[in-house]
């Protein structure tokens, strides 16, 4: 089957804590990107790649960290320097034009 | 800086209406516009996307038309059925990043 996963569903962390989440795509895409999404807000872009070893920030991408070494796999680091790490967290990837993005299921981080 | 305003927030209907769910956007150099379906917990589905070149998209009972001289798509949706309740969202396409709209809330009711 082709498409994106993401893992864990549900990830726990105690504040102060760096944690990974991971995203693979098995769909030979070459762009990637990483979503936050709050509770009755829209997506906000963190991070994206167009191409291996290469990214750049979004719109929110203080207190993440992201790496892009296989064409596969994009995880995203979620710092201590995070305010407001507990949220929704969705990966995606699309493919040439016209560049329509699909998505994994998400994971949901919750820090306390 | 694109924005992107979807209209209402939230819908409730009876099944079988037929609805109109709007999205509109602040700069019309887009280069592409996607509606996509959210259940709750979930990611991401999506369901049609229209080009910049193209005035509409249809699948099934979905129809999604863009205007870019007026800044506007919306998705029709025919028919409602319970299991389209759902948060439906549109995105439009920059020069290489998606701007997305907070979503509507849809309903509905047997």
């Known amino acids: 089957d082709g498409g994106i996963t993401q893992s864990p569903k549900y990830l726990f962390r105690k504040e102060g804590q760096n944690v990974t989440l991971s995203c693979e795509q098995n769909l030979n895409h070459d762009a990637m990107y ?5 509770p009755g807000q829209g997506l906000r872009l963190i991070y994206y790649s167009q191409i291996v070893n290469d990214f750049q920030k979004g719109d929110i991408a203080e207190g993440y960290s992201v790496s892009r070494e296989k064409k596969e796999s994009f995880p995203l680091t979620v710092t201590s320097a995070q305010k407001n790490p507990t949220a929704f967290y969705l990966c995606a990837s699309s493919g040439d034009s016209p560049y329509e993005q699909y998505f994994g299921p ?3 981080l919750t820090v306390t | 800086k694109q924005e992107v305003t979807q209209i209402p927030a939230a819908l409730s209907v009876p099944e079988g209406e037929n609805l109109v769910l709007n999205c509109s956007f602040t700069d019309s150099a887009i280069y592409n516009l996607q509606w996509f379906r959210q259940d709750p917990g979930k990611g991401l589905t999506s369901l049609l996307l229209i080009q910049s ?3 509409e998209q249809t699948s099934g009972r979905l129809n999604a038309s863009l205007d870019k001289s007026s800044g ?9 059925q319970p299991g389209d309740s759902a948060t439906y969202l549109c995105a439009s396409t920059g020069y290489s990043t ?3 709209g907070k979503g509507t809330m849809l309903l509905v009711s047997p």
């Open chain 2, 72 to 80: 506007r798509s919306t998705l029709y949706i025919a028919a409602s």
């Open chain 2, 98 to 100: 998606l701007t997305f």
């Open chain 1, 34 to 38: 990483w979503y936050r999404q709050d």
């Open chain 1, 106 to 108: 998400g994971t949901r």
């Open chain 2, 53 to 55: 070149s193209q005035r």
